[in-house]
């Protein structure tokens, strides 16, 4: 099997262009290992769709199944685009969580940055949630996969990985957990437990969901772009009055390799 490591702000993947095989969840834990195998965030597989231009499936490194991956579509129209698959630079991708809509923007022939059309955010009423002697406020949000937000005055020295994975229990099927400091000027600190990950240095839905909640709560403007910095580095997110998202952000290869399955 040929693959493709890439990544959007440090959240890694390995890309196939194929057809999903049966035995996907192993194969995703194994090539996913940090230490025996390529090491990634999971995999994701592109093939063709019926009804958009390429569809995209999101194998976590546990071997789950993702709805959606925010980074990780970023991915998917720099490699369609650059290994020669179209020559389109406004592509629809079929995900589970639905059809999204990417613009890509090139240089000197090369993909520099993707913007995608997120689709509607829903954030819901917040829940408390006690940690220790702290009493939390999550933001439940759904960016077609489900978020829990969290606004905190200390994001840089919480245990997020203690914290989230004690979120996951109060969700049924687990939840993608974003602890998210305001620093002014429509600009978030945002790092992430993602579910079937573990903690990751971005998360693209995760940002997007963090910024919809800080409009929702007046933290930030809608009327202007939210920047969201990141372990890997910073997303632009734009929160329309209607709740639409639109994310932009960078896309990298980081090499190409060939496993036996």
Known sequence: MHFTKMHGLGNDYLYVYGEVPENIASISRRLSDRHFGAGADGMIYISQSDVADFKMRIFNADGSEGKMCGNGIRCVGKYVYEKGYTEKTTLKIETLSGIKTLSLKLKAGKVESVSVAMGRVTVEEPIAFTWGTE??????????????????????????????????????????????????????????????????????????????????????ECSQTVSVVLDGGTLEIGVGENNEIQMTGPAAFIYEGETEI
């Open 135 to 220: 009493t939390y406020s999550l933001h439940p949000t759904d960016m077609g996969n489900p978020h829990a937000v969290i606004f905190t005055r200390n994001v840089e020295k919480l245990d997020i990985a203690a914290i989230g994975t004690a979120i996951q229990g109060l969700f049924t099927g687990g939840i993608n957990v974003e602890f998210a400091e305001v620093l002014g000027n429509n600009k978030l600190r945002m790092r992430v437990w993602e579910r079937g990950s573990g903690i990751t240095l971005a998360c693209g839905t995760g940002a997007c969901a963090s910024a919809a909640a800080a409009v929702n709560e007046g933290l930030c």
